[in-house]
């Protein structure tokens, strides 16, 4: 009886501590941030541009195969680089067909940042 009784009472503490890691999980924080449509590949292959990057990004470049497949971020004005989620590349990919622009990939994105990391809720060209 007493064997049993401290199988259950341990089953409640795991139950409970496992319950609680899953809750404290990190989820990043809400932002809305404002910057330039760039891709990882660029990003990483034009460092010396960075400055300027953004604005001499070209749509044919944001669509060229291996560009698409390095996925996109946002660079905003201090050329930090956050990199979007799985879904946010499709959102991406989405707007940038949609649009005839060219160049000067301004854009106001919102989702919840977690490190470098941007899970997108939203994305559309600044105005």
């Not at 292959?45 to 560009?67: D, N």
């Amino acid at each position: 009886m007493h064997s049993m009784r401290t199988c259950l009472v341990l089953s409640m503490v795991l139950f409970a501590t496992s319950a609680l890691m899953s809750t404290s999980k990190p989820t990043g924080k809400k932002v809305t941030l404002h910057g330039y449509l760039v891709d990882i590949a660029c990003v990483l292959e034009r460092k010396s541009e960075s400055e300027h990057l953004g604005q001499i990004h070209t749509k044919k470049c944001l669509q060229m195969p291996a560009c698409e497949r390095s996925g996109y971020a946002v660079m905003d004005s201090q050329n930090n680089v956050y990199k979007f989620d799985a879904p946010g590349n499709e959102i991406a990919k989405k707007l940038i067909s949609a649009t005839d622009k060219d160049k000067d990939w301004r854009i106001v994105v919102s989702g919840k940042l977690l490190g470098d990391q941007l899970t997108v809720a939203k994305l559309q060209i600044q105005k």
